[in-house]
């Protein structure tokens, strides 16, 4: 078993910026890939960014391309998603979530997944 729990969200202004972290406990964390999803209300669960085992690779949705970051550190078993120039449309919660494997198109699913966070809510004003 692998927990998750995500700090960092909040409510922030358009243009602004948050990083979210996830911490991760249990089971040795290096080995899965990490993933960041977000779901607004009334709407699915969906893709965020992605960062394979090793932060060598790292996959992104195309509405946050250029503006997030994600990044991990294994020694302190956390991934973190740098949010800057954010838009009252990012308004979500935000779920991290471990899996594993190696499946560059499965990355951007959420059956990838096996372990899910809470989620931190994220909420941009206009």
């Known amino acids: 078993q692998v927990q998750l729990v995500e700090s960092g969200g909040g409510l922030v202004q358009a243009g602004g910026s948050l990083r979210l972290s996830c911490a991760a406990s249990?089971?040795?964390?290096?080995?899965?890939?990490m993933g960041w999803f977000r779901q607004a209300p009334g709407k699915e669960r969906e893709f965020v960014a992605a960062?394979?085992?090793?932060?060598?690779?790292?996959y992104y949705a195309d509405s946050v391309k250029g503006r997030f970051t994600i990044s991990r550190d294994n020694a302190k078993n956390t991934v973190y998603l740098q949010m800057n120039s954010l838009k009252p449309e990012d308004t979500a919660v935000y779920y991290c979530?471990?899996?594993?494997?190696?499946?560059?198109?499965?990355?951007?699913?959420?059956?990838?997944?096996?372990?899910w966070g809470q989620g931190t809510q994220v909420t941009v004003s206009s």
């Open positions: 249990g089971r040795t964390f290096s080995p899965y890939a």
């Open positions: 960062i394979n085992w090793s932060g060598g690779s790292v």
């Open positions: 979530a471990a899996g594993s494997g190696y499946s560059p198109f499965g990355y951007y699913r959420t059956p990838f997944y096996n372990y």
